[in-house]
């Protein structure tokens, strides 16, 4: 009889991701497996777990469902973890987002960076490590995959914190390789790129059409659009992660992306709406060409709001009578994407490609080795080895080598409960320009979030 094999999601009351990786397992039909599910919240687990269990059974899957809301019955045996928590959830995402308008200081994210990134941080850090300690004492030998946000923090975090090898994994350059086939109206599948940076600021500046170098044609495109916006201006589309809409894709939509691809030869995987909060300095008071981030320029409220609908929707598939509607078995975009292949080519030793956020360790030249860097690696049976990385040098690699301090200070005010390391992290995140008014934050973010941050108790 074939192992049964064992993924463990650790936050599985996910909105998109638990079903995603549900189908993405029948679909692929590789192997007998244990998909064990772990949440806080009983009763949100409760109805995942009924909501996996009826699609594993509509399907007649070789998959067995289990569930705890206690990680360390689920760990042991596990070949592979998963994390996609958020600590705080929701209100707390809020929270780091709009008490910094207080000081004149906008941001449409609030995951990864700038004040609201950085008070993440400060929450999420205890709790990974934590899990990262149970991983290293129940299952040593289990890959170990972060989806949690602010990635390059956590990733860091864990990694000097413990000895597990956790891999952080974000559907960011996925994203923007199909961003890019819609601009050049060709299939995402001939479309190949090489990036590099930090995740949310991961640099395309290798892109091809069937081997074929488009960095001329997509200059061309954007020529075409800013001729034809001059005769008839492009009404925005702030938020579109989907790619719903049939047309071309806009420059406008995200302007800062390609006026950055027109001056130094790459364009951010995830286009404006991430990448704008790693340049504060061009937007004070978040004012975006003629709009401000954060409100009404991919507005935080209707990111909150849809999340809100997908995570209910997806629950009451569990609590309604009768079969799965077939539309959650289908490929769906989201984070889950390529986790099935990449467990098949570690497993099988098939030696894939992907975007995975680990150590350079000389991937990049004039790097340091120990910066989580999102970057190509070959999943291998022996794990995942970093690519070197031709070609990405000038402003590009100068820009990520000028965010790495403030990356490195928000761990160690995360590992250490250190106010002071915090309100240093923000001044040399440069958002926040004054030390009194980093103080100022730290003080309202340890308000809000006291709860969720033992560390500074």
Known sequence: MAQRRKIVLIGAGSAVFTKGLVADFIQSKFGSWEIALCDINPVILESVTRLAKKMVEQKNADIVITASTDRCELLPGADFVVTTIAVGGRHAWE??????????????????????????????????????????????????????????????????????????????????????????GVDVKRITTIGAGLNHLTWLYDIRVDGKDVHKELLDIVAKQKAHNEKEPHVRNFFNPLLEDKEIPHHMDNPLSWELFERYGGIPAVVDRHAVEFFPERFPHGEYYGATLGVDAFPIDDVLARGEKTYKDMLSQGETEGEVEAELFQRADGEHEQLVEMIKSLILDERKVFSVNIPNEGAVSGIPDDAVLEIPGVATARGFCPMHVNGFEGPMKDIILKRLPSVDLTVEAALKGDKKLWADAMMLDGAVTDYETAEKLVEDFIAEHKEHLPQYK
């Open 95 to 184: 929270q780091d987002v709009k008490i910094p308008r207080k000081y004149n200081i906008y941001q449409p994210v609030g995951d990864s960076i700038m004040p609201g990134g950085i008070s993440r941080a400060q929450r999420m850090i205890p709790v990974m490590l934590e899990i990262a300690k149970d991983v290293e004492r129940l299952c040593p030998e289990a890959y170990f995959f972060n989806y949690s946000n602010p990635m390059t923090a956590i990733v860091t975090a864990v990694r000097r914190a413990t000895n597990v090898k956790i891999i952080g994994l974000c559907h960011g350059v996925i994203y923007g390789e199909k961003y890019l086939a819609k601009m050049l």
